[in-house]
């Protein structure tokens, strides 16, 4: 039940829950998508856009990775992100070949992590060594012209876990890590004395 003014007058309408009623606004035409997990269109739509992104910062050494997480909640995965960027990270820090390392991980409804990665300099075994070392990992090599449809079986309706059904959407179920640009500091202007030919000394007068 819920009551709203209008005209100063009080009127009565029904309650309607902020889930339906969101789901009612948004409804996925052509105008407007919903972008919500369990949308077939709207699940098309982000593997071609997150595919042809991927593809603008790898180097054609492309591989699906799988992590077994058990994560059992969008919430826990919060953290698990946490983690995991800590790893590359720290690796970064230590060693400037992960700085070319490019990852998409989303989480699934197998509580596992399934993704793309673009491993740039790092070799397969150092990043397996990485990951391993707390969760069990696989890789696989793929082809470019295969990364799309990959993309597009991991976020496919039914594929990503669905524990919250107030967090529908993909970002809270996504990791995203990009290549690193090196940093370049600005040259600092170098101050050249240029005389001026109009600025003369005045004559001295004798007299």
């Known amino acids: 039940m819920g009551f709203f003014y209008l005209s100063n007058e009080l009127r009565w309408m029904p309650y309607v829950p902020r889930t339906d009623k969101y789901r009612m606004i948004t409804k996925c035409s052509s105008a407007h998508r919903c972008a919500y997990i369990e949308c077939t269109r709207c699940a098309r739509r982000y593997a ?93 090599r793929i082809k470019q012209e295969e990364l799309r449809d990959i993309v597009l079986a991991i976020v496919h309706p039914g594929s990503l876990m669905t524990d919250d059904p107030d967090h529908r959407r993909y970002q809270s179920r996504h990791m995203t890590v990009r290549p690193r640009r090196a940093r370049t500091s600005p040259k600092r202007p170098v101050l050249v004395y240029m005389p001026d030919p109009f600025d003369e000394p005045m004559p001295l007068l004798i007299g």
Do not use: M
């Open 48 to 140: 071609h856009r997150t595919a042809r992104n991927f593809e603008t910062t790898s180097n054609g050494r492309n591989y699906t990775i799988a992590i077994a997480a058990d994560v059992n909640a969008k919430v826990e995965f919060a953290h698990w992100r946490v983690t995991a960027w800590n790893i590359i990270a720290y690796r970064r820090q230590i060693c400037h070949r992960w700085n070319s390392i490019s990852l998409r991980l989303w989480l699934c409804h197998d509580k596992t992590v399934h993704g793309v990665v673009s491993l740039g300099s790092v070799t397969e075994s150092e990043l397996l060594a990485a990951f391993e070392a707390r969760w069990p990992t696989t890789l696989s």
